[in-house]
């Protein structure tokens, strides 16, 4: 039986500019994330799906704050916090980056913008990211200016995302390579568009700089993406596992280091010749390895619909034998027609193809280490 409890809306939740937008959308469920209010439901799961997949949908994605760096020293205080080398980012080109502190872990995974040669945006995971930059900021001794800066992003995913960019913006934002952005106006609204997204489907995300103009920009889309069918949707937990895709805050935490991640080792960038937080520590563990595995997960049983997507840190055991680690996400993948996840594991259970056992709400459920990502490893969809 299925329990119903109360959300209260407290003065002190930050709203999106597209709050009342999403609620005539149909809205049914916020959660909390960098403090501010998060659309999690709108329909079933499984129709939201298919609608990503097959179309194109919208969503309020504005908690992810943006962190502004700019000033003389930008770059050099950009690039001191994240392993990845930044003299390999042009001007209007975006990076998938980690924050990592002292001992290696990962502080935050934001998309990075590089919007001018001084000037960056980093759209945050849910944490005190901002906090951290500021500290980092007063002992380095660089000439830099850290602000949460007035931005307000919106994803339009699926299919036919570029035919509804382009109707907005016209030829120049609907043909931006993957990962690039560029600064463009609809009606006088100030924004910047990237080729991006939580998808793994062709996308992109739209940085509203004006949050006094929200719904008037969300009902703009709903025009242009309406010959399209365009749709409101919440963040899709099927499709993000299935591209490999992270949470930060459920999957991974500060006291994760990079290579402890199936994936992230690649954006570990030793060999550039700048210093960076953490890159000491991050070599010896290069050398040494590590002790445990965010691996993805193939999970048995029922489809995993009635939730939607997993909300329990659920035990994982070796089969016969007592606990090892947790899973971290899982959902039904109606494409896959399985249920898929991520779980953390000790090294010696990584390997893809080994047993486990995950002690479920409804019992025990067998699982087999699956190799990341699930679909379409080489991003031919969202490059298309």
Same mark, same amino acid.
């Given at each position: ?10 003065? &002190? ?16 469920? &916020? ?89 960056? &945006? ?66 006088? !609204? ?149 249920? !898929?996840?991520?779980? &953390? ?40």
């Amino acid at each position: 039986m299925s329990e119903t409890f109360t959300f209260y809306i407290q003065p &002190w939740y930050r709203k999106s500019p597209y709050f009342e937008s999403t609620k005539r959308a149909g809205c049914r469920s &916020w959660g909390l994330y960098n403090h501010m209010l998060l659309p999690t439901l709108y329909d079933d799961p499984v129709t939201e799906y298919w609608a990503l997949l097959n179309g194109v949908t919208m969503w309020d994605v504005a908690v992810e704050r943006c962190v502004e760096i700019s000033g003389p020293d930008a770059f050099e205080f950009t690039n001191l916090l994240t392993c990845r080398d930044l003299t390999t980012c042009a001007v209007g080109q975006c990076k998938y980056v980690l924050l990592t502190a002292r001992r290696g872990g990962i502080v935050n995974d934001p998309v990075l913008l590089r919007l001018e040669e001084d000037r960056f &945006w980093l759209a945050l995971a849910d944490s005190d990211a901002l906090l951290y930059a500021k500290g980092v900021a007063a002992f380095a001794g660089l000439d830099v200016d850290i602000e949460e800066a007035d931005v307000s992003p919106m994803q339009i995913q699926g299919p036919r995302s570029r035919e509804v960019v382009r109707a907005l913006f016209g030829d120049a934002i609907a043909d931006l390579r993957y990962y690039w952005c560029a600064e463009a106006e609809v009606n006088g !609204i100030p924004v910047v568009v990237s080729r991006t997204g939580w998808t793994g489907e062709v996308g992109y995300e739209v940085y509203l700089r004006d949050s006094s103009r929200g719904d008037e920009l969300w009902r703009l889309v709903e025009e242009a993406g309406a010959p399209f069918d365009i749709r409101a949707i919440a963040p899709s937990e099927a499709r993000r596992i299935e591209a490999g895709i992270f949470n930060y805050g459920s999957d991974m935490r500060p006291e994760d280091t990079p290579f402890h991640v199936s994936g992230l080792e690649r954006l570990v960038e030793l060999d550039q010749d700048a210093d960076f937080i953490g890159k000491d520590a991050l070599r010896r563990i290069a050398d040494a390895g590590v002790d445990r595995k965010l691996v993805g997960i193939d999970i048995g049983g029922a489809p995993m619909t009635d939730e939607g997507a997993l909300n329990d840190l659920w035990p994982v055991h070796e089969p016969g034998n007592g606990r090892i680690g947790r899973v971290t996400a899982g959902a039904w993948s109606p494409r896959l027609e399985r249920n !898929i996840g991520y779980a &953390w594991v000790p090294a010696t259970h990584m390997e893809v193809g080994t047993s486990l056992a995950l002690e479920a709400h409804d019992g025990m459920r067998e699982a087999t280490v699956a190799a990341l990502p699930f679909v379409d490893p080489t991003k031919e969809i969202p490059k298309s």
